[in-house]
């Protein structure tokens, strides 16, 4: 009969692996700066999210028309805006984007402004459980202020 008894050393070179993976996916992603007003919580919250799905991000306050002017000096149309606007690797991001999307844009690179959650719809990154989450799409921004559903996300 074969003993298959994990030791003490395979757990810890378990536990290690598990702990710096997602540091070692951050150095291989480019960082993100995120553009977000003072005090809003889901901001925060997105933020948070980025950072545990192994982004490196900075953040930064910004109020009223100089949000608004960082937004459109990105190229976000006014009816793609949200609350914040994070920035990765010429790409700019509005809005509570799933991770899963910010990589599918990196790895795609398509020539566009970049992506889009207009609103803050429930259930999307930051913004509440996922099991009660609203049907949502994120958009690519088209360079010419087009938008295209560039993934869906159904109701939970």
């Given at each position: 009969?074969?003993?298959?008894?994990?030791?003490?050393?395979?757990?810890?070179?378990?536990?290690?692996?598990?702990?710096?993976?997602?540091?070692?996916?951050?150095?291989?992603?480019p960082p993100i700066h995120v553009v977000?007003?003072?005090?809003?919580?889901?901001?925060?919250?997105?933020?948070?999210?980025?950072?545990?799905?192994?982004?490196?991000?900075?953040?930064?306050?910004?109020?009223?028309?100089?949000?608004?002017?960082?937004?459109?000096?990105?190229?976000?149309?006014?009816?793609?805006?949200?609350?914040?606007?994070?920035?990765?690797?010429?790409?700019?991001?509005?809005?509570?984007?799933?991770?899963?999307?910010?990589?599918?844009?990196?790895?795609?690179?398509?020539?566009?402004?970049?992506?889009?959650?207009?609103?803050?719809?429930?259930?999307?990154?930051?913004?509440?459980?996922?099991?009660?989450?609203?049907?949502?799409?994120?958009?690519?921004?088209?360079?010419?202020?087009?938008?295209?559903?560039?993934?869906?996300?159904?109701?939970?």
């Amino acid at each position: 009969m074969t003993d298959y008894r994990i030791g003490r050393r395979e757990v810890i070179l378990a536990a290690t692996a598990l702990a710096i993976a997602p540091a070692a996916r951050a150095q291989e992603e480019p960082p993100i700066h995120v553009v977000k007003g003072r005090g809003c919580e889901c901001c925060d919250a997105w933020v948070d999210y980025l950072r545990e799905q192994g982004f490196t991000v900075t953040d930064e306050v910004s109020m009223g028309t100089l949000l608004i002017r960082f937004k459109m000096d990105q190229g976000i149309p006014a009816k793609a805006f949200s609350c914040h606007t994070g920035t990765v690797d010429g790409y700019a991001l509005d809005g509570h984007v799933p991770a899963a999307d910010i990589r599918r844009l990196l790895d795609e690179r398509p020539d566009a402004v970049g992506l889009a959650v207009p609103g803050m719809p429930y259930g999307s990154p930051g913004m509440g459980s996922e099991d009660g989450r609203d049907a949502y799409d994120v958009l690519l921004v088209r360079r010419d202020g087009s938008l295209e559903v560039f993934s869906s996300y159904p109701a939970a």
